[in-house]
């Protein structure tokens, strides 16, 4: 079993495709015996980027064929999509870093996040 962490980017996208993008994909809660055990999107200038972090493969892969009609319900072309695959080992890892980062937390790049160093 492996840990996969999804990187998605949305161009051409703004905060309210942003707001129809987390009805269609809600935030998730850390749930250890969860399929997507961590998910958030955040805007950044004319695009959407978001990172999910998913603990089964076939979910995922499910999620992933159902991405671009979820992307044109919410009036955007499919995202750019990067998976990162890591051993079964990282998970223990993933509620601290979690953890370090919430619904509060400025994202990385955003320009909140850049102001403040981050």
Known sequence: MSLLVIHL?????????LARLQ????????VPEGPCLHRRA???GSQVHGVEVWADDDAARRHLDELPLDSAA?????????????????????PAVLATTDAETP???SPTGAAAGR
């Open 9 to 17: 980017r949305w161009t051409d996208a703004g905060p309210e495709h």
């Open 23 to 30: 009805r269609l994909l809600p935030p998730v809660r850390l």
């Open 42 to 44: 955040w805007p950044s």
């Open 74 to 94: 919410a009036g955007l072309e499919a995202p750019t999509v990067v998976v990162l695959v890591f051993p079964e080992a990282y998970r223990a890892a993933l």
């Open 107 to 109: 994202a990385p790049g």
